[in-house]
C-alpha cells in the first residue's frame, strides 16, 4: 500500500521558515516525480514545485522562486520543501504528489499518489 505522509506544517510570522517532509513507502519510487502542490481555502489545488526521484530536474512556479527549496534524500524515500521568506499568501494546506513521469507534472491531474496534507499559516 502506497502512503506519502507529510509533516512540518504549523504557524509562523510572515518572514519566517518552515520545512516541511514527505515520507514516501508501500512501493519503488525510483522513476517517480514527486511534487509540492497547495490549495487554499475557496481556492483549487495549484503546483508549486517538483523534483524527480534522480533529483536532477526541479521545477517551482514563480511565486515561491528564490524562497522554497525542494529536494530528496533517496536513502530516506523522503522529500522535503524548504520554505523562507514565507508570507500570509502561502497559507494553504500543503500536499505531497507522486507522479509516474515528467510530462505534465505541473498539472495534479498526472499524480497517482497524495499525502492527507500539513497545514500552512503564515500570519501578518
Known amino acids: 500500500q502506497v502512503q506519502l505522509v507529510e509533516s512540518g506544517g504549523g504557524l509562523v510570522q510572515a518572514g519566517g521558515s518552515l520545512r516541511l517532509s514527505c515520507a514516501a513507502s508501500?512501493?519503488?519510487?525510483?522513476?517517480?516525480?514527486m511534487g509540492w502542490f497547495r490549495q487554499a481555502s475557496g481556492k483549487e489545488r495549484e503546483f508549486v514545485a517538483r523534483?524527480?526521484?534522480?533529483?536532477?530536474?526541479?521545477y517551482y512556479t514563480d511565486s515561491v522562486k528564490g524562497r522554497f527549496t525542494i529536494s530528496i534524500d533517496n536513502g530516506k524515500n523522503t522529500v522535503y520543501l524548504q520554505m523562507n521568506d514565507l508570507k500570509p499568501e502561502d497559507t494553504a494546506v500543503y500536499y505531497c504528489?507522486?507522479?509516474?513521469?515528467?510530462?505534465?507534472?505541473?498539472?495534479?491531474?498526472?499524480?497517482?499518489?497524495w499525502g492527507q496534507g500539513t497545514q500552512v499559516t503564515v500570519s501578518s
Open positions: 523534483i524527480s526521484w534522480s533529483g536532477v530536474f526541479i
Open positions: 504528489a507522486a507522479a509516474r513521469d515528467l510530462r505534465d507534472s505541473l498539472r495534479p491531474g498526472k499524480y497517482e499518489y
Open positions: 508501500g512501493r519503488t519510487f525510483s522513476s517517480y516525480v
